[in-house]
Nanobody, 125 residues
């Protein structure tokens, strides 16, 4: 189990970049599959990206593929989401989450047991 705290959100114009960070407490972080999810007002939560415990495997939603990059630094207990070429439709609260054990479908939120509070990303047109 880990405690997760996101940072790095903000208000930017379309085309800009942001880097979100998710700092985790606890040794379990290095064994966790980490994911980023987001939810916009009036919309359902959607998967953004995920990364395996050792960073060897990454997964992306089609809507962010080629623009976003997920990475992690296990020595710093932190996972990152580099967001480039931001679009107004990226506006949402972005939350990181941790899953333990075998994760068959990283885009499925059900295996994720620890969630951060989220950081707001707002992209103006």
């Amino acid at each position: 189990q880990v405690r997760l705290v996101e940072s790095g959100g903000g208000l930017v114009q379309a085309g800009a970049s942001l880097r979100l960070s998710c700092a985790a407490s606890g040794r379990a972080f290095s064994s966790a599959t980490m994911g980023w999810f987001r939810q916009a007002p009036g919309k359902e939560r959607e998967f953004v990206a995920a990364i395996s415990w050792n960073g060897a495997n990454t997964y992306y939603a089609d809507s962010v593929k080629g623009r976003f990059t997920i990475s992690r630094d296990n020595a710093k207990n932190t996972v990152y989401l580099q967001m480039n070429s931001l679009k107004p439709e990226d506006t949402a609260v972005h939350r990181c989450a941790a899953a333990f054990g075998i994760v068959i479908i990283p885009s499925n939120p059900n295996p994720y047991v620890n969630w951060g509070q989220g950081t707001q990303v707002t992209v103006s047109s």
